[in-house]
Antibody
Framework: VQLVESGGGLLQPGGSLRLSCEAS????????MNWVRQAPGKGLEWVSY????????YYADSVKGRFTISRDNAKDSLFLQMNSLRAEDTAVYYC??????????WGQGTLVTVSS | SYELTQPPSVSVSPGQTASLTCFGD??????SSWYQQKPGQSPLLVIY???RRPSGIPERFAGSNSGNTATLTISGTQAMDEADYYC?????????FGGGTKLTVL
């Protein structure tokens, strides 16, 4: 199992960014997926969930209305569209596979920095 | 909103047993998981479904969950176990992480 995130970068408050996570080594379409973030020097914060089919979506209150999770099962890829970014969104963003109620595999993360 | 509370730090001597706790309302009624994170690395699952160890995780890692407390116990702690440890559970449609415990082996 391998999860590889990409798309992070430096941008100004109010900007937008789309993160990607490419999965390999397993049947991507069979697993629910999540985004989890970690601000510099801080703990883990769950961001969003998407079911295996993409039909069910959940978001943390801190990103609801600004972030959109999606997936392309034909391309084994997970996405996070982030709009109206704030300084407090600065973090390493991990994609994580969900198995039942636990996150069994994590990517290496991609850093998003929001600063003027 | 649901919260999981962990002590910020725990210290243990090499070879001794470390007990890391995680407090949450009726946590024992939920499925708890534990993750180890070393500096510069991604989190690694070490305990799931309260007591189960993923393949490759040493037997010295054990978990329990009852009442309001989940506990990660590391027996015969080694220097390589020094890391941040996070508990996690789901509250309805929200995943919740504890604030993390920094385990120091000295």
């Amino acid at each position: 199992v391998q999860l590889v995130e990409s798309g992070g970068g430096l941008l100004q408050p109010g900007g937008s960014l789309r993160l990607s996570c490419e999965a390999s080594g397993y049947s991507f379409r069979d697993y629910d997926m999540n985004w989890v973030r970690q601000a510099p020097g801080k703990g883990l914060e769950w961001v969003s969930y998407i079911s295996s089919s993409g039909s069910t979506l959940y978001y943390a209150d801190s990103v609801k209305g600004r972030f959109t999770i999606s997936r392309d099962n034909a391309k084994d890829s997970l996405f996070l569209q982030m709009n109206s970014l704030r300084a407090e969104d600065t973090a390493v963003y991990y994609c994580a596979r969900l198995r039942r109620r636990h996150f069994d595999f994590w990517g290496q993360g991609t850093l998003v920095t929001v600063s003027s | 909103s649901y919260e999981l509370t962990q002590p910020p730090s725990v210290s243990v001597s090499p070879g001794q047993t470390a007990s890391l706790t995680c407090f949450g309302d009726r946590l024992g009624e939920k499925s708890s998981s534990w993750y180890q994170q070393k500096p510069g690395q991604s989190p690694l699952l070490v305990i799931y479904q309260d007591t189960r160890r993923p393949s490759g995780i040493p037997e010295r890692f054990a978990g329990s969950n009852s009442g309001n407390t989940a506990t990660l116990t590391i027996s015969g702690t080694q220097a390589m176990d020094e890391a941040d440890y996070y508990c996690q559970a789901w509250d309805s449609s929200t995943a919740v992480f504890g604030g993390g415990t920094k385990l120091t082996v000295l």
